[in-house]
């Protein structure tokens, strides 16, 4: 008897991760798909924080510091000042977790505004899992406050164990997301002096998000080519700056202020080359493969698992990746999966008894 099962792609997309080609084509993009004006940057946010609601998973009992931190959070959420009760002898601290908490600040940012975070255990935690982030705050490098973060977490992974003392863990369970889980408590500085100093010399470079001869030569020729009447206003300074004069460009063309020359400048378009990537995220096991990414031939060998792919002959009938697998001692065990043609859907596994 036949039985069949489907696996999920991601999984075999990591094995096979390697024998992946990255072929280029060309594409017209806008020069902001590309680069970005040099002070379009943002800023790191950190802070420590408590998350609670762990089933037994978070911080063992034994951790001073953990207890110690418990207290700290909830003398902030009184509101008399004299702190709240806690005996961490009768307390599950295991319940909760001490966590660093990052974000990123975006650049021209405004308060109300909310952006992501990500919570990182410091102790020993074994899983985030149905955990929440009470309120914390998150600080610049200046050691001002930016926004407070806090919510339900996500994470991406799993850790359990059995009677038998064994345990099995996927991805890291000990690090998780909240989707927009910090609210912005003050504007960033919308543009730094510096900044604007080199802005008012009439100047401004475009930094290339992935630096390249190619294409930075692309930018400078395609601005030029758009301005005609103006001698070159555009040059490409090294891979990964190309410096524009603003200047002549505003009298010429009589733009009111930089800013909307630079919006224009960046609808230009540009012939680029684009490569087939594949993305392999370890920490979610998710895998994101272009549409143009293709199979190469490919043998590998790893335990008991073989993979053998074959790209399709011209003319031949793309069908479903099969993978035979013999069941010994009520162990399934993989011995080959043969995939045929370069995309898929999903992957059938053909169990034989």
């Known amino acids: 008897m036949k039985k069949k099962v489907k696996i999920l792609?991601?999984?075999f997309s990591l094995l096979v991760a390697a024998s992946w080609i990255a072929p280029s084509f060309a594409a017209q993009v806008r020069i902001k798909d590309v680069a970005k004006v040099e002070f379009q940057r943002g800023n790191p946010l950190t802070g420590y924080g408590l998350v609670v609601g762990l089933n037994g998973t978070g911080d063992d009992s034994s951790q001073d510091a953990t207890a110690k931190f418990i207290q700290t959070s909830l003398n902030l959420l009184s509101t008399t000042g004299k702190g709240l009760p806690f005996d961490p002898r009768t307390a599950e601290p295991a319940n909760s977790a001490v966590v660093v908490i990052t974000a990123d600040l975006p650049p021209y940012a405004r308060a109300g505004s909310r952006v992501d975070v990500t919570v990182n255990t410091v102790f020993d935690c074994e899983s985030l899992e149905g955990g929440t982030l009470i309120p914390a705050p998150l600080r610049g490098l200046d050691g001002r406050v930016y926004a407070v973060a806090d919510g339900?977490?996500?994470?991406?992974?799993?850790s359990a164990g059995g009677g038998g003392g064994g345990r099995?863990?996927?991805?890291h369970p000990t690090v998780g997301t909240i989707s927009e889980g910090a609210y912005l408590e003050a504007n960033t500085n919308l543009l730094r002096q510096a900044d604007r100093q080199r802005l008012n010399t009439g100047k401004v470079n475009f930094v290339?998000?992935?630096p390249d001869f190619t294409e930075a030569l692309e930018i400078q020729n395609a601005i030029n080519h758009f301005f005609p009447l103006v001698q070159k206003p555009a040059v490409a300074l090294d891979p990964g700056t190309v410096e524009i004069s603003l200047t002549p460009l505003m009298a010429r063309y009589e733009y009111d202020s930089p800013l909307e020359l630079?919006?224009?400048?960046?609808q230009v378009e540009i012939h680029t080359d684009v490569s087939a990537k594949v993305i392999v995220s370890e920490r979610t096991g998710v895998v994101i493969a272009g549409a143009d990414a293709r199979l190469s031939a490919v043998d590998i060998v790893h335990g008991s698992l073989r993979i053998v792919v074959t790209p399709a002959e011209e003319g031949e009938i793309?069908?479903?990746g099969v993978a035979y697998i013999d069941e010994t001692g009520g162990n399934i065990r993989p011995t080959e999966i043969r995939r045929s043609g370069g995309r898929a859907e999903q992957t059938t596994v053909t169990q034989q008894d």
């Open 262 to 266: 630079i919006g224009r400048i960046e």
């Open 9 to 11: 792609l991601p999984i």
């Open 168 to 171: 099995t863990q996927q991805n």
């Open 318 to 320: 793309v069908q479903e």
């Open 152 to 158: 339900p977490i996500t994470i991406g992974g799993f």
């Open 208 to 210: 290339l998000k992935n």
